[in-house]
């Protein structure tokens, strides 16, 4: 992941299910704090490195794309999904647009200070 801009900090979850890692890692939510925009959340603006990212692979089964949500459901949104091996081990990997809605903002934008403070 490239930042766009500044880059809020990454977050990541994982579970193993069925002998694969299902793995999502995101670049958490700003929230300003302070002036007119007061409480306002806004993602982090990035451009990730698909080839980079699929070198780390040792294999790739499959790669897609989800341009939109797929409904109330669907926590993740848009995302771009890997699944592949990696270190010898199966991996679902997704990349995001977005953080999911239940993590909270990794990074307060502090108007008056005029500076980012990071959350986590």
């Known amino acids: 992941m490239h930042a766009h801009d500044v880059l809020a900090p990454i977050g990541c979850h994982y ?5 694969v ?7 958490s939510r700003t929230e300003v704090l302070g002036g007119e925009r007061d409480g306002l959340r806004f993602p982090s603006r990035f451009v990730l490195d698909i080839k980079g990212l699929l070198d780390l692979f040792s294999s790739v089964e499959a790669i897609e794309w989800q341009a939109l949500s797929q409904g109330p459901d669907d926590e993740i949104g848009a995302n771009l999904a890997v699944l592949g091996t990696l270190d010898g081990g199966q991996v679902c990997l997704r990349i995001p647009s977005e953080a999911p809605d239940r993590f909270e903002v990794g990074r307060l934008a502090n108007v008056y200070e005029m500076r980012f403070i990071d959350v986590w």
Do not use: L, S
């Not at 579970?15 to 002998?19: I, L, M, Q, R």
């Not at 890692?21 to 670049?27: G, L, N, R, S």
């Open 21 to 27: 890692w299902e793995v999502t890692i995101f670049a």
């Open 15 to 19: 579970h193993f299910e069925n002998d």
